[in-house]
């Protein structure tokens, strides 16, 4: 590969480097003669092996999740609209299957983090910021109420953007209905 970069693009080498594409072209012949060590290959997998990669953590996680006795829970996650198999678990991670922790949906979305704040003084809006709540969580319920508002004929999709159109659009982290 770096052969034909050193033969297609000669402009990227400066002028000293383009008179020793010679030298250049056998020190990378060696080297990959030599054979990369594992963490090379770990550096640039092959794409393929990425997706691999990607299976392989998938079924890890679907293995605990039944191991823990969570999947009654992951699959009811994923009946709502936006939820996917990952976000259901981040969701179950973070939380756990009891949600008798939390006396409303309304302590559920301060706790994450994702509740409008409220900062008012003798009248004045001074802003309201979100809490900071748990951001792996927040990040994770703004990412699913994103795939939610990309679901045709849904109510959570009209919902979304009934709330984005009186604010300024991504910078928007959902709250709960």
């Known amino acids: 590969m770096a052969r034909i970069v050193l033969l297609r693009w000669p402009g990227l080498l400066s002028a000293r480097a383009q008179s020793q594409v010679a030298e250049i072209e056998q020190a990378l012949e060696q080297t990959s003669a030599q054979g990369s060590s594992p963490a090379a290959d770990s550096i ?30 992951w699959e ?24 008798k922790q939390f006396p409303s949906s309304k302590y559920f979305s301060s706790w994450a983090g994702v509740c409008p704040g409220h900062n008012r003084s003798a009248g004045n809006n001074h802003g309201s910021r979100t809490p900071g709540g748990n951001p792996w969580l927040g990040s994770t319920l703004t990412e699913c109420a994103w795939a939610a ?22 910078k928007l982290r959902p709250s709960s209905p």
């Open 44 to 73: 640039q997998p092959q794409p393929h092996g990425l997706e691999q990669q990607i299976l392989d953590l998938d079924r890890d996680m679907q293995a605990k999740i039944q191991q823990a006795g969570l999947e009654p829970a």
């Open 149 to 170: 508002a990309a679901i045709k004929n849904s109510y959570l999709k009209e919902k979304f953007w009934r709330i984005v159109g009186r604010s300024a659009g991504q």
């Open 76 to 99: 009811l996650l994923q009946s709502v609209p936006g939820i996917q198999p990952r976000g259901a678990a981040s969701i179950l991670a973070q939380t756990g299957a009891d949600m």
